[in-house]
């Protein structure tokens, strides 16, 4: 299965995981406008990556 991985480096953790089947790119836009704002307007740095777990 594969996922998206939001990943803050500001505070060092990942803050959300989305299976790609059920997320697409429209949607994880939507979750950091919504579910992970506060990190957004903290000015803090947000890294999307893959993560694949069989
Ligand atoms: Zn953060």
């Known amino acids: 299965m594969e996922f998206k991985e939001i990943y803050c480096s500001r505070c060092k953790?990942?803050?959300g995981r989305y299976n790609i089947?059920?997320?697409n790119e429209d949607k994880i836009?939507?979750?950091m406008k919504t579910n992970h704002v506060t990190h957004v307007r903290n000015g803090h740095e947000i890294e999307i990556r893959k993560f694949v777990k069989n």
Do not use: S
């Open 21 to 23: 089947k059920f997320y």
């Open 29 to 31: 836009a939507e979750l």
């Open 13 to 15: 953790k990942v803050i």
